[in-house]
């Protein structure tokens, strides 16, 4: 069973920085095509923060240049570097990891406030 175990949210103030991680387990990391955040604010629908796969990166316009995402050699845990934080990046951050076969699987979420 794939297990995703998120970290690292909290609370901060604008300007600030925050550093998330997530580990994938229950699955072998050459098995995993791509790692992602998600994120949703209340009362809004959730949207992608940034993924990775082992080619590239993709960022929201509303975070690029702000937020950095990498993953670890063995490739089972991606980070989510977040810096320059503003209010409108308060939600909760959920970790995504997509496998070769495009099954997703979802961590349970890691609240960020940032506060102004």
């Known amino acids: 069973q794939v297990q995703l175990v998120e970290s690292g949210g909290g609370l901060v103030q604008a300007g600030g920085s925050l550093r998330l991680s997530c580990t994938a387990s229950g699955t072998p990391a050459f098995s995993i095509n791509a790692m992602g955040w998600y994120r949703q604010a209340p009362g809004k629908q959730r949207e992608l923060v940034a993924t990775?796969?082992?080619?590239?990166?993709n960022y929201s316009d509303s975070v690029k240049g702000r937020f950095t995402i990498s993953r670890d050699n063995i490739g089972n845990t991606v980070y989510l570097q977040m810096n320059s934080l503003k209010p409108e990046d308060t939600a909760v951050y959920s970790c995504?990891?997509?496998?070769?076969?495009?099954?997703?699987?979802w961590g349970q979420g890691t609240q960020v406030t940032v506060s102004s």
């Open positions: 995504n990891v997509r496998n070769i076969m495009n099954v997703d699987y």
């Open positions: 990775i796969s082992r080619r590239s990166t």
